[in-house]
T-cell receptor, first 112, second 114 residues
Framework: SQKIEQNSEALNIQEGKTATLTCNYT??????LQWYRQDPGRGPVFLLL?????KEKRKERLKVTFDTTLKQSLFHITASQPADSATYLC???????????FGKGTSLLVTP | EPEVTQTPSHQVTQMGQEVILRCVPI?????FYWYRQILGQKVEFLVS????????KSEIFDDQFSVERPDGSNFTLKIRSTKLEDSAMYFC????????????FGNGTRLTVT
């Protein structure tokens, strides 16, 4: 069956450090992978999309890598701030392409 | 910036009752989705809808669930006879086109079944 696995443990880091979150998947052949942010009681908000032929994508302090051989994506937040505290979700399209499936997410807490 | 709006923000209902959750997707979007998130669990896909028909549904989306786009702006999720385990946050989402377009989510309806 298809699985999307993210660090189940919450990640606590100090302000200014780089946070690295991991997404591993099985039984997907994704053309692209997406990352979302979710705050408590709110809907997910799109952050970045990376295509299978892209090794790395950047947007401001965010960086995503995508390794289709390892079946893994890494999500980095550099110079982290307390406002970055949230749950970060990895998402992949189903084989039909009509559904976007989410991992459980990794909770990030950035302390001053 | 246009957004997906959902009403109500919180709905309390008794077991066995029917509920309708309402969504207004972004106006030029073509594909519409419902997701649910049980407290502390992951965001789970329920159904996708395009051109007035269901394009995909998950195992969760059984005969108790239905979706409708009754007019040009609203998109609804109906649960015919609610169960305790239907208590969750329900998110509506839409995208402008197919393929790698990002999903735009509403802020959800918290459904509590007592």
């Amino acid at each position: 069956s298809q699985k999307i696995e993210q660090n189940s443990e919450a990640l606590n880091i100090q302000e200014g450090k780089t946070a690295t979150l991991t997404c591993n998947y099985t039984n997907y052949s994704p053309a692209y992978l997406q990352w979302y942010r979710q705050d408590p009681g709110r809907g997910p908000v799109f952050l970045l999309l990376i295509r299978e032929n892209e090794k790395e994508k950047r947007k401001e302090r965010l960086k995503v890598t995508f390794d289709t051989t390892l079946k893994q994506s890494l999500f980095h937040i550099t110079a982290s701030q307390p406002a970055d505290s949230a749950t970060y979700l990895c998402a992949l399209a189903s084989n039909s392409g009509y559904a976007l499936n989410f991992g459980k997410g990794t909770s990030l807490l950035v302390t001053p | 910036e246009p957004e997906v709006t959902q009403t109500p923000s919180h709905q309390v209902t008794q077991m066995g009752q029917e509920v309708i959750l309402r969504c207004v997707p972004i106006s030029n979007h073509l594909y519409f989705y419902w997701y649910r998130q049980i407290l502390g669990q992951k965001v789970e896909f329920l159904v996708s809808f395009y051109n007035n028909e269901i394009s995909e549904k998950s195992e969760i989306f059984d005969d108790q669930f239905s979706v409708e786009r009754p007019d040009g702006s609203n998109f609804t999720l109906k649960i015919r006879s609610t169960k305790l385990e239907d208590s969750a946050m329900y998110f509506c989402a839409s995208i402008s086109g197919f393929g790698n377009s990002p999903l735009h989510f509403g802020n959800g309806t918290r459904l509590t079944v007592t």
